[in-house]
Antibody
Framework: QVQLQQSGPGLVKPSQTLSLTCAISGDSVSSNRAAWNWIRQSPSRGLEWLGRTYYRSKWYTYYAVSVKSRMIIKADTSKNQFSLQVNSVTPEDTAVYYC??????????WGQGTLVTVSS | QSVLTQPPSASGTPGQKIAISCSGSSSNIGSDNVNWYQQLPGRAPKLLIYRNDQRPSGVPDRFSGSKSGTSASLAISGLQSEDESYYFCAAWDGSLNGWVFGGGTKLTVL
């Protein structure tokens, strides 16, 4: 049974950096079959895919065009987890952030979600 | 604006069969599989249908999916009060090189 456990602050000040971590159990971040995604959800923008990282003999990382310049997704094989960093946040980055596993053509497992509010 | 288009709401009475549509384009639904999710308020989405019409283990066979061209549909038969929830569709978009989602449909069981 794959489980994803998110951690990170729920309040970030404007212009600062948002950092979230997703710990994986029941699978490996280095799996040759899975991809590790970050997705956010807000009332104004709905569900928005942010990016993913995966290992296929080497690491690949891709980002949504709309956020590419401000975002970093990294895998930590020693801790079996992956992380999201969003730089220079604004109130428009306020959302529930989810980590999720992509497997066999679907996003099949989701973390519990973290409400991140950008406010001073 | 969501890339995939869903009706914002749907409703039915217990025992009834309803369908929720999801419309996309040639770069997403037209060229890849569609997945459906159920999301209760304050909870993470749960995979309901994958690869257009496949159910993960544990999902009742009252839930079914179909796809034709650039559109897909989720059907729920024998509607129950616990089916009252949000439902949304998702597909991989080859042009955007990422996952795209529908705006979600709120199902009310009257």
């Amino acid at each position: 049974q794959v489980q994803l456990q998110q951690s990170g602050p729920g309040l970030v000040k404007p212009s600062q950096t948002l950092s979230l971590t997703c710990a994986i159990s029941g699978d490996s971040v280095s799996s040759n079959r899975a991809a590790w995604n970050w997705i956010r959800q807000s009332p104004s923008r709905g569900l928005e895919w942010l990016g993913r990282t995966y290992y296929r003999s080497k690491w690949y990382t891709y980002y949504a065009v709309s956020v590419k310049s401000r975002m970093i997704i990294k895998a930590d094989t020693s801790k079996n987890q992956f992380s999201l960093q969003v730089n220079s946040v604004t109130p428009e980055d306020t959302a529930v952030y989810y980590c999720a596993r992509g497997f066999d053509g679907a996003i099949d497992q989701w973390g519990q979600g973290t409400l991140v509010t950008v406010s001073s | 604006q969501s890339v995939l288009t869903q009706p914002p709401s749907a409703s039915g009475t217990p025992g009834q069969k309803i369908a929720i549509s999801c419309s996309g384009s040639s770069s997403n639904i037209g060229s890849d599989n569609v997945n459906w999710y159920q999301q209760l308020p304050g909870r993470a989405p749960k995979l309901l249908i994958y690869r257009n019409d496949q159910r993960p283990s544990g999902v009742p066979d009252r839930f079914s999916g179909s796809k034709s061209g650039t559109s897909a549909s989720l059907a729920i038969s024998g509607l129950q009060s616990e089916d009252e929830s949000y439902y949304f569709c998702a597909a991989w978009d080859g042009s955007l090189n990422g996952w795209v989602f529908g705006g979600g449909t709120k199902l009310t069981v009257l």
